[in-house]
């Protein structure tokens, strides 16, 4: 347990969005930090050898696979009925891509209900100069306010807020109204009247169990330690442990929402594009020999138009399916193959044998 804390702590941490926040006149460079970071450990789907598995859709009437070819994304209208939305569509009404935290409004902090909160985020000062940084900081905290503005980040827009904490700014995306459900929503019924005999039973349990300081232990994640100690108690064991198997995260998003380090993502991607390369170039010099060897005059001359594309069927393609998904999905990109960031490794596959 120690060591795995350890190491989650020494995992270098990296600013994923990079702008300014603006109002009025004033201009603020930031870099925005994911505060959260994902559970400690993560179950994985695996098939009994331990290989990832990827996903695939089928069509509900008759159970035959689809291939991404065949799947386009639906709106569903108020009346349930499905509208067809194509990707030029989507292009046309995406947000205007912008690098700035435009805010709009300066508001007192309790005007924001806390279910409006969705997700945390670290604001540091990114230009050469971050005095207009910790004044905002300093001016927002002593005043009790916080910023509400939008902003664009990976195609989507957000709506934020900006809140000053200890001379840091810190950003939160906020839920929108539509999404948050009322009581009368979820059927509360309304509040009876309580007679006071029962209320002192009660206060005096809340009392008994009152502190004046929070244990941060008490907010230990039990779940995943009892996890820990099971998977490391087996592995001690031999028990069900998976030893040839890759299971690494291949099967991720290419561009996902958590961090990730580049570095070792394009370390992969060339040792894999590498090894398809030798493929493809060991291929391509063994049809170039029959072509020669076709050519000479021992072989009588040119073969045959049919004689020729047939050989051309069965000259021995590169294995695909040994290459990573960061290499098909660049292989994709050199294609242009459209909607390919939403591939499985099988659906890339599918596409770049159909495009080559």
Do not use: N
């Amino acid at each position: 347990m120690p060591e795995a804390s350890h190491r989650e702590e020494q995992a270098p941490v990296r600013a994923f969005w990079s702008g300014t926040i603006t109002f009025g006149l004033v201009s603020i460079p930031v870099d925005l930090f994911a505060a959260v970071r994902p559970r400690r450990k993560s179950m994985k789907m695996v098939d009994r050898e331990g290989h990832a598995l990827g996903r695939q859709y089928h069509c509900p009437q008759d159970g035959a696979k689809l291939s991404f070819d065949e799947i386009v994304r639906g709106y569903e209208t108020d009346s349930g009925e499905i509208v067809v939305v194509t990707d030029a569509e989507l292009e046309s009404v995406a947000p205007e891509m912008s690098r700035d935290i435009d805010l709009a409004r300066f508001v007192p902090r309790e005007q924001i209900p806390a279910a409006f909160y969705q997700r945390p985020y670290f604001l540091v000062p990114a230009g050469r100069s971050s005095k207009a940084y910790h004044l905002l900081a300093r001016t927002m905290e002593r005043t009790g306010r916080i910023g509400i503005g939008h902003f664009v980040m990976r195609d989507r827009e957000y709506l934020v807020a900006i809140l000053s904490e200890g001379g840091l700014l810190r950003a939160e995306t906020l839920r929108f109204p539509d999404e948050l459900r009322t009581p009368a929503d979820v059927g509360l019924p309304k509040r009876p009247k309580v007679p006071a005999a029962r209320v002192k039973p009660l206060t005096q349990a809340i009392e008994a169990l009152t502190k004046d300081a929070l244990d941060v232990g008490e907010l230990s994640d039990r779940y995943a330690e009892a996890l820990h100690a099971l998977a490391e108690k087996k592995e001690k064991r031999g028990q069900d442990v998976i030893r040839q198997a890759d299971l690494s995260d291949e099967d991720e998003e290419p561009g996902g929402a958590e961090v990730i380090d580049l570095m070792q993502v394009l370390r992969r991607s060339l040792s894999a594009r590498a090894r398809v390369t030798t493929v493809e170039d060991a291929a391509t010099a063994g049809d170039g020999r029959r072509r020669a060897a076709a050519k000479s005059p021992e072989a009588g001359g040119r073969k045959p138009a049919r004689q020729a594309k047939t050989a051309d069927r069965q000259k021995p393609r590169p294995d695909l399916r040994r290459a990573s998904k960061e290499a098909l999905y660049q292989r994709a990109t050199e294609l242009g193959i459209a909607g390919r960031s939403r591939m499985d490794k099988e659906a890339l596959l599918e596409a770049i044998r159909k495009a080559a």
